[in-house]
């Protein structure tokens, strides 16, 4: 296991779009413990493989409480195969956005089907928390993030932070 490093905006690989996972072998279960303790560690609810530079569809949450035993979710090649009309809005945190929040409006309800680290296929209905998580993670797969669903004004202005703050901390390395 290891903790990974979580790429940063303005990354570009941030916007790669996943390769779809085609044998869920050692190395795909080698990379859902690193993620694991990556999510964990940072600690956040969920994690993309492209946040770690790995683009594969591969996709952890954990939704427990901060007391509460731990419930991992993995998520293979996830896909989402209905959505509600209904909308909902709830406030989103990134982890490769850190410290920044914002409310974005998404689909109230998905179903989403996906493979288990067996290769076993399901499909589950989210709601509420669980369901904005799973949209903010697969849009990530897809080289989508949050600060995309919210207006280009508050979009450009955490977007300028973020490639400050990387210019800042590349003159420190040199
Ligand atoms: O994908 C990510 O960047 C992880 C992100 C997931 C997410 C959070 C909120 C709404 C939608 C998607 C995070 O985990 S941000 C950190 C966070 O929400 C959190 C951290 C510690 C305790 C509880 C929540
Ligand atoms: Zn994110």
Request: hydrophobic content about 40%.
């Amino acid at each position: 296991m290891a903790l990974r490093e979580i790429l940063k905006l303005p990354d570009k690989r941030l916007r790669l779009v996943s390769e779809p996972v085609k044998r869920i072998d050692a190395g795909i279960r080698a990379l859902v413990e690193d993620m694991f303790e990556t999510m964990y560690g940072a600690p956040g609810i969920g994690l993309a493989g492209v946040q770690i530079g790995v683009a594969k569809r591969v996709v952890v949450m954990d939704l427990s409480k901060k007391d509460d035993a731990h419930r991992p979710l993995v998520f293979i090649n996830p896909e989402i195969t209905w959505e509600s009309k209904e909308q909902s809005t709830h406030e989103e945190g990134c982890l490769s956005i850190p410290e920044y929040y914002e409310e974005v409006e998404r689909p109230n309800e998905v179903k989403v089907n996906y493979l288990d680290l067996e290769g076993k296929t399901h499909e589950i209905t989210a709601n509420g928390l669980f369901a904005t998580c799973v949209q903010h993670e697969i849009d990530h797969i897809n080289g989508v993030l949050f600060i995309d669903h919210i207006s280009k004004l508050k979009r450009d202005r955490v977007t300028k932070k973020f490639i400050k703050a990387a210019k800042a901390a590349k003159k420190v390395e040199a």
